[in-house]
Every structure is written in C-alpha cells, then in structure tokens.
C-alpha cells in the first residue's frame, strides 16, 4: 500500500462525506450557504488529493496497477456524483440540464469500459492530457456551481456565467471521450 493509493483511499471515502453535506442542502433553512460552502471546501480538498496522489506515485516511482484503476474510478466517482446530486437540487434548473448530466456519466463509462478492456489485453491505458484537462475543468465546473448556489442564484449575470463554465465543461467532456475512442481503436488494431 503506497503512499499515493493510501491518497487515493483517503480521497474515496472522502467523497461519500461530501456527498453526505450536499444531501443536506435545503434541509437547514437560511443555513444552505454555509452548507454549500462547507461542500465546496471538501470538494476542494478533494481535488487537491487527486493532483498529490499522482505527484507522489510519479516521484517515488510507486506507480502501481491499483492506483492506475483505483485513481480515476475515485474521480469519477465524485465527479459523476455530484452532478448527479445536483439534478434534485432547484438551484441548478436553470444551469445545469439533465441531458449535460447523462452526457458525463456516459463518458466516464465508455472510457472505463475502454480502458478496462485494454488493460484485459495487457495494454496499459492510462490517462492522456485530454482526460487530465478535462478532470481539471470539471471540478471548476462543480466549484463554479457551488459557489453560484450558495451565493450567487439572484443574479442573472452569474447564471449565465456558470452556464457558459458548464458549457465548457462538457465540451471538454466530449472532446476527451472521443480522445480516449480514437486512441483504443488504434492501440487495439495494432494489438
């Protein structure tokens, strides 16, 4: 058990807090800002774990097979959750669509199921710049509607503006999916 998987642990049931303190969103009254904001610090200090498991794997050379699995099942395990929590909450109606939603969770399984069938061949399949990107723009995207809930909701400027970063965001979401497609096509035909 290195050091970076012990992270990455850390960083799994970690998001199962956070997810906790969002479900309690809209159940404390005039105390939902301080709510999301509590969300929003956890989320943060989840992102920051996901960036310091790698730094230590790749410094102390620990790379190892379940971190190149347990690593982005963790992001998208928060990443995919919390979008997925923000549906059943009104503050994001009019920012973040379902259809965006399906569109996420979609490319993280496709990309899962890509790399889980490369890595059954023997060919590693790890994550490329794009799927890097895309991690760093989504959890912005996240923050960006957190900050916007707990905060923000009365203005129709930052509305706007958070539907423009989740704009951004899927687009980067796509673009990395068909990254991930193009590049398992032609690892998989050379196989």
């Given at each position: 058990?290195?050091?970076?998987?012990?992270?990455?642990?850390?960083?799994?049931?970690?998001?199962?807090?956070?997810?906790?303190?969002?479900?309690?969103?809209?159940?404390v009254g005039a105390w939902d800002w301080l709510v999301w904001d509590i969300a929003t610090a956890l989320f943060l200090?989840?992102?920051?774990?996901?960036a310091l498991d790698g730094y230590y794997a790749r410094k102390y050379k620990e790379v190892t097979n379940v971190g190149r699995i347990a690593d982005p099942l963790a992001d998208k395990i928060v990443i995919c959750g919390a979008f997925i929590l923000?549906?059943?909450?009104?503050?994001?109606?009019?920012?973040?669509?379902?259809?965006?939603?399906?569109?996420?969770?979609?490319?993280?399984?496709?990309v899962s199921g890509l790399r889980s069938?490369?890595?059954?061949q023997g060919i590693a399949f790890g994550a490329n710049l794009w799927g890097k990107i895309k991690m760093v723009i989504q959890c912005g995207a996240v923050v960006t509607a957190q900050v916007y809930a707990a905060h923000f909701t009365r203005w129709e400027w930052s509305r706007w503006f958070?539907?423009?970063v989740m704009a951004i965001m899927l687009a980067?979401?796509?673009?990395?999916g068909v990254t991930y497609v193009v590049e398992a096509r032609r690892v998989l035909r050379g196989r």
């Open positions: 058990m290195t050091l970076a998987n012990k992270i990455t642990i850390g960083r799994f049931f970690l998001s199962f807090v956070y997810f906790g303190v969002v479900l309690a969103v809209g159940h200090v989840i992102a920051i774990t996901d923000f549906l059943g909450i009104p503050a994001f109606a009019r920012v973040l669509p379902a259809w965006m939603v399906v569109i996420v969770v979609l490319r993280e399984f496709v069938f490369a890595e059954a958070t539907v423009v980067a979401t796509v673009i990395s």
